[in-house]
């Protein structure tokens, strides 16, 4: 059997702190550290603690050429750890589904920090609404209280500011002031198959098709995106929108068409996105989440181990989801943005194999409740005056 590294690994130093239960017992407060080597890889959704001469073997291995087995120095239950854990790679097919998601990191040209960083940050089953209530962290003033003050609202430099005028607003002011997060939804009415046409057509359908050589296009749409490479995907999970069966769908954004996707389980639909959304039951009512998805290889297709491929990509996500507040809050409609989602449980509704593709955002849009149950920000009082 032949060995390698896998591609992208890190070693971490991670302290546990904890008090000392005799010395508790005593009557005394001390503190005992322990620090474990963890090992973090990029196609590995946890942390795997490694032993030194783990480590160490892992280090002294390359991550593009064999080693026969044989020919290392190590023990036969340092290889077995870490070849169960997928920190080694080999080339027999008991370990293919290890040398896959490795192979497909590896194809997909990351910058090592940033594919780090956003398998490690995936959730599952993580319920950020309950850790919020049981923390006790709702209001602003919970935070103050549990966080002291925050850093002030501006930093101001040394000098004298020069006043500017204030320009006369138009309607787009207007449009703009009356776009705030919506949190309570109208559970009773539906959207129309042509308002959500029209949010797709507006935000993330294809304006033009610059087609450079038969196999290399660009899109141009309403929104910018990083080297103009789009590389974000729209998958839906529709729940009242008229003419359309609740349900799952993925978005064409040149032939402006929505595809069904199968389901793999039969929970209902809010259940499905109140899972998705980490538990945040004030936006799972939502006629229609908009689930923003990049595929990674097209951005890196360009920006190959690039330090700000993926800053770019998520600034995309970003202006994407503006795009549809401002979209939606035109069409009378509210909507919300969040992050706070378990990618790993959105992977697996979509099908999606979360190495070249993997959530980053939902958007969520219908029609405002008449009732306010959840706090909103409009402190101008132009969205509930
Ligand atoms: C990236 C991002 C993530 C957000 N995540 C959440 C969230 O998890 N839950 C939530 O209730 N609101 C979320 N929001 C909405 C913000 O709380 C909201 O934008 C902020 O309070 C200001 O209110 P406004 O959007 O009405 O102006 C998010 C907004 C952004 C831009």
Known sequence: ?????????????????????????????EVTTKTTWLALAAHLDQAVPVSV????????????????????????????????????????????????RDEGMRDGHWWPLAALVHRHARWSGVNSAAQMRDSTMLTAKDLR?????????????PGTYQPLPAVNATGYDQLLERRATCRNFDVARSIDQAQLAQLLQRTVMAQAVVQVEADT??????????????????????????????????????????VTLPRHCD????????????GQDWFSNAAAHLVLVPRFARTNWKYRNHAKAYRALLLDVGHLS????????EAGLA????????????EAVFALDGVTQSPVAIVGVGWRSDTLDTAEFDPNKVVWP
């Open 1 to 29: 059997m032949k060995l390698r590294r896998c591609t992208t690994v890190m070693f971490e130093p991670r302290e546990e702190v904890s008090l000392g239960l005799q010395a508790i017992l005593a009557g005394r407060a």
């Open 217 to 258: 296009a660009f899109l141009k749409k309403n929104v910018p995106s990083g080297g103009g490479l789009h590389p974000t995907e729209t998958y839906l999970l529709v729940q009242r929108v008229e003419g359309l069966a609740p349900g799952l769908y993925h978005y064409h954004p040149v032939q402006h068409a929505l």
């Open 322 to 329: 503006q795009a549809l507040y401002m979209a939606a809050t």
């Open 53 to 100: 001469a783990q480590r160490e073997l892992l280090g002294a291995l390359s991550s593009r050429q064999w080693t026969e087995s044989s020919d290392m120095v190590a023990t036969q239950a340092d290889q077995d750890a870490l070849l169960e854990a997928g920190l080694l790679i080999s080339d027999s097919d008991e370990h293919a589904a290890h040398r896959q």
């Open 267 to 278: 929970r209902p639909l809010q259940d499905v996105a109140e899972a998705m959304l980490s």
């Open 335 to 346: 909507a919300f943005v969040t992050a706070a989602i378990n990618e790993i449980d959105t």
């Open 145 to 157: 209280r549990q966080l002291g003050a925050p850093p002030p609202v501006v930093q101001p430099h």
